[in-house]
């Protein structure tokens, strides 16, 4: 049975795994999961921001059991989890098959945030809901110079930098975002391409 369901909330979509007791994949969750990739990127109303946050229950147990299977941890999950956590900790969870606590995960960088059990969802929520606040002009440009400055040095992004600042003026969300700031009312931004 495939337990991976998508779910719209205003401007932000929900994907949640529930395959118990490790929230493991099979085939048909990734290729659900890759079904539901394709809708999203269809979707420029909802904030692409998933999956940059990481937020994980005090109870929860984080690993990369692939090797121990004869297999690896696919979808970049070496280069992320190295870029991530460094490659001595990357090296003891997939080389060795260690398993983290939600605390230690959150001490060397794999999560950004720990909450008790139960209110992941909750806390998700809510950082989305701080996320669908921002521009989603402005969020696009951030997203990308981010990953730019990690997959090169940081001064190959800084014209980039430059170039998207720039383009953001004349954006419709740049001055819809002024002009709520000075009429003290929250913005109503615009999705998609904005002129």
């Not at 794999?110 to 992941?120: D, I, N, W, Y």
């Not at 002009?179 to 003290?184: G, I, P, T």
């Amino acid at each position: 049975m495939t337990r991976i369901r998508l779910e719209y909330h205003g401007h932000v979509a929900y994907i949640t795994l529930d395959h118990p007791p490790a929230n493991t994949w099979t085939l048909a969750s990734l290729q659900a999961f890759l079904q539901m990739m394709v809708e999203l990127d269809s979707r420029p109303d909802v904030v692409a921001l998933a999956c940059d946050i990481r937020i994980a229950e005090q109870q929860a147990l984080l690993g990369l059991p692939e090797a121990s299977v004869g297999l690896l941890p696919c979808a970049g999950g070496t280069q992320r989890l190295t870029e991530l956590v460094g490659p001595g900790w990357a090296k003891r969870m997939i080389l060795c098959g260690e398993k983290v606590s939600a605390s230690l995960a959150y001490e060397m960088g794999l999560v950004e945030e720990v909450v008790k059990t139960g209110q992941a969802w909750e806390a998700a929520h809510q950082m989305a809901h701080l996320v669908e606040r921002q521009s989603p002009s402005a969020l696009r440009a951030c997203k990308t110079l981010i990953n730019q400055g990690r997959s090169g040095p940081r001064d190959a992004a800084l014209p980039l930098e430059r170039s998207l600042f720039l383009d953001l003026f004349s954006d419709a969300n740049q001055r819809e975002g002024v002009a709520a700031f000075l009429e003290k009312r929250l913005p109503r931004w615009q999705y998609g391409p904005t002129e």
